[in-house]
């Protein structure tokens, strides 16, 4: 259904925004204020139905939750759930995170919304509501494409600055929600909001369902955490030889195998104080540690490609090798939970850097994450074999032409 559809390109319009070109979105709208967009989808069928979400809930590696309206308060549990209220018993929801690990259909739909970068793309969550079911107001601190898939849901959102909470509760809900816009969203209708913007979603009647495509924000803690780690890594993997601590192609670092010396001391009557001289080298030698596009790279493109604990891989492909499947026509499509980034010269997969440059056919199956059986034929012998053991790890599948 979504497969075959390519995410619009940056000067496409498109209903998916209303009209509007990706750049115009990009530019007006990300990050900095909502966008309602009625019929972003004509005549939308929703990827699973509703009985298919509360499979998914039942199985122990999928992430759900419960989240229930009582006249006294919310009540909150995490799956698996093997029994879920009745369909009859109003103001409940249930959300599943990462569906799109479990269904191929669901991903292809997230992917649609590829022209913002797969750095920033996390998950597609699907909840289902019985009437008057939701979270409550709240505010996330994520930006978030909110598609009707069934049903409907009334939609008000705020740019209030108040976002003091209700205490005592199991969820974060505003203790003061003042909407300024109020919209019921139909199947195909799409809400955007950026991070911050408060929102309350409800459904009206029953039947409701809602997929959430989330985007993740790193803070800049994490950015900065990430690249002392890889700063770190680089220092260790110097004195291993060819690989890395992790097996992983070493990427040039300073040389600091230099022993610190001291000759020439005074003698001390306060043996305890540590020595000045050693805290200054201390100091200078970090001056000296590259802190650098390709080390900031490394840490992003192991941690951007990170599997979630979740995501499983089946190899259970008709072809163990490029060599076999080539001479037929098909490709070579990414599994729906494959991660893979590039940066300039250095390529990632599944959170392991990869032992051979970023060649242009490895990037266009990175950004297409598709390759064609022609591009696949000249590549060299050392990137056949990469890219065989992918084929028997499950995260690449050849798939013939039909
Ligand atoms: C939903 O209820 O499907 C979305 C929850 C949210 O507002 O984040
Ligand atoms: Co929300």
Redesign the pocket.
Known sequence: MYSSTRPPTPDQPTPLLGGLTPRQFMQDYWQRKPLLIRQAFRGFRAPLSSREVQTLARRDEVESRLITRKENGWTFKRGPFRRLPSAEQPNW?L?VQGVDLHDDETAALMRLFRFIPDARLDDA?I?I?TDGG??GP?C?SYD?F?LQAHGRRRWRTSQQADRSLVPGLPLKILADFQPDTDDVLEPGDMLYLPPNAC?D?IAVGDGCM?I?IGFRVPSQATLARGLLEAAADQISAQHLGDTGLYGDPVLPGTDLSALYSDAGTEPTDHPAEIPAPLVRTTLDTLQRIRFDEPVAARFLGQWLTTLPDNAFFDPTDDFANLEEAVPAAGSLVLDRCTRMMYFGEQLFINGEVAPTATLPELQALADQRQLGATALQGLPGPVCALLDEWLQEGWVHWVPQP
């Open positions: 929801t959300l969550m909840s509501a939701g979270v709240h996330d978030v909110l929102h979603g809602t959430s």
